[in-house]
């Protein structure tokens, strides 16, 4: 089979490599169909996060099932599904929780299963991991674009407005214009947020958030943007959702959120070790901090009802559309912010 493949900074290649195979009794061999490109997929595209030269890449695999292990109960060959971007079994201590990223049987996408960039993918933990799309939907093109985000960026967006305890009726801020704070922005709206304020670098993406729910959108850079942000909300909201990771993001969470408020973060902490997270600005005003990788597994069934039922449509994050030989390029897009985030379709 062909899959891509991580071959240094900048250099994404699609080369021939074994097919996955079925191992154990739990696993199921997925035949994708849709795939994407990740904001995180970048750290290491760029040379900021450690990869192992030659290791498969990608992990939001959509497709159809080819073959399931003899204790595979949850799904059969044919059936249409999607997997969150880790694998959990559904049953430990942590997946009974809700936190799936703990999972004591967890795995990643990559290495022998596959990574999601590629035609086929090994689901160890088939039952836990593997989320089926019911038959009258299975086929149908614009739906599964809405249902793919759901395998990282919209339970992502979903996860930081539930850390930072969004309901009915509140005002909340969304630091990051990128796929997952705009799915950040449809989360807190689907969950009652009457002021959405986006705040972003980017003018066209920040339009996209409008469309999303964002009632209002803050595009200036630094304290200028700060300053905007306490303005509007007169002196900050109580929950703002950091879907970045970068420091400086973490640094403007906190800085809008309003004293006694919650961050939610969400984002893969980036230069937060060289920086140090201010601590003090925290203390000084009571601000709790909540989120961390987000358990997508848990947010799934809730987020799938509402696609199908046709309240929650993330597919214009999509905004280049590859197929497998273009991944390359939908890396290069995506670095260059040409696209936002990069559908693949196999
Ligand atoms: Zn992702
Ligand atoms: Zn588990």
Redesign the pocket.
């Known amino acids: 089979m062909r899959a891509a493949i991580y071959r240094g900074p900048g250099e994404i290649t699609v080369e021939e490599v074994p097919r996955p195979e079925i191992e154990s009794p739990t696993d199921a061999i997925v035949r994708v169909t849709h795939t ?6 970048l750290w290491f595209y760029r040379g900021q996060s450690d990869r192992e030269e030659g290791s498969r890449v990608g ?2 695999p959509m497709g159809i099932v080819e073959e399931v292990g003899d204790d595979v109960r949850s799904v059969e060959p044919g059936d249409r599904v999607f997997a969150p ?1 880790v694998i959990s079994c559904g049953r430990c201590e942590f997946c009974r929780k809700g936190l799936h990223t703990s999972c004591v049987n967890g795995d990643s996408w990559g290495g022998d299963n596959g990574g999601g960039q590629g035609e086929y993918v090994r689901a160890t933990e088939a039952d836990g991991t593997l989320v089926r799309v019911p038959d009258r939907h299975a086929d149908d093109e614009d739906t599964l674009e809405a249902i793919l985000p759901l ?3 919209m339970g ?1 967006g979903h996860h930081a407005a539930v850390s930072a305890g969004v309901d009915e009726g509140d005002t909340c801020i969304v630091i990051g214009d990128g ?1 997952v704070g705009l799915c950040g922005v449809l989360a807190a709206r689907r969950l009652g947020a009457e002021r959405i304020i986006a705040m972003g670098h980017h003018e066209d993406r920040l339009e996209l958030a409008a469309s999303f729910g964002a009632t209002e959108t803050v595009s200036a850079r630094g304290q200028e943007a700060v300053d905007a942000a306490l303005d509007l909300t007169d002196g900050g909201a109580n929950h703002v959702l950091e879907c970045v990771g970068a420091a400086s993001a973490m640094d403007t969470a906190t800085d809008v959120c309003r004293p006694g408020g919650t961050v939610g973060y969400v984002g893969v902490p980036h230069g937060v070790n060289d920086q140090g997270l201010d601590m003090f600005s925290l203390f000084g005003d009571n601000i709790s901090l909540s989120g961390g990788v987000a358990p997508v597994r848990a947010y799934a069934d809730e987020l799938l009802a509402d696609v199908l039922q046709g309240t929650l449509d993330p597919s214009p994050i999509f905004t280049k559309t590859v197929d497998l030989d273009g991944v390359p390029e939908g890396y290069q897009a995506m670095d260059e912010r040409e696209a936002i985030k990069v559908l693949v379709k196999l």
């Open positions: 994407a490109v990740c904001g995180s997929d992990h939001e971007f395998t990282d960026v992502t796929a």
